[in-house]
C-alpha cells in the first residue's frame, strides 16, 4: 500500500468538473483507491463518494492506494490533483 497526502490547490476544490477528471483517471488502474479526509475514507472511482466529501481549496487529503499498479496510480493521481486549475 502506498499513500501520499496532497493539499487541494484547485480554486473549486473536488467539485462536478475536477471530479470527473479525478473518477476517470482513477479507473483506470486496477488497484483500489481510496480518499482521506477529516478520518474518513471513500472509493475514490465513484463520483458520487467524491462530491459528498465536499472537498474545497486548501483542504488536505491522503491518497490511499493498494494493487498491483499502485505506485503509477498514485504518480499519476497526485500529479492530477496538483494540476487541476477549474
Same mark, same amino acid.
Given at each position: ?19 470527473? !477528471?479525478?473518477?476517470?483517471? /482513477? ?5 483500489? #483507491? &481510496?480518499?482521506? =479526509?477529516?478520518?474518513? @475514507?471513500?472509493? %475514490?472511482?465513484?463520483?458520487?463518494? !467524491?462530491?459528498?466529501?465536499? /472537498? ?5 487529503? #491522503? &491518497?490511499?492506494? =493498494?494493487?498491483?499498479? @499502485?505506485?503509477? %496510480? ?13
Amino acid at each position: 500500500m502506498v499513500e501520499a497526502k496532497v493539499t487541494l490547490q484547485n480554486p473549486s476544490g473536488l467539485h462536478a468538473r475536477p471530479a470527473s !477528471i479525478f473518477v476517470t483517471q /482513477a479507473t483506470r488502474f486496477k488497484s483500489d #483507491i &481510496l480518499i482521506v =479526509k477529516d478520518g474518513k @475514507e471513500v472509493n %475514490a472511482k465513484s463520483i458520487l463518494n !467524491i462530491l459528498a466529501m465536499g /472537498a474545497k481549496k486548501g483542504d488536505e487529503i #491522503i &491518497l490511499r492506494i =493498494k494493487g498491483e499498479d @499502485e505506485k503509477e %496510480a498514485l504518480d499519476t493521481l497526485v500529479k492530477l490533483l496538483q494540476s487541476l486549475n477549474e
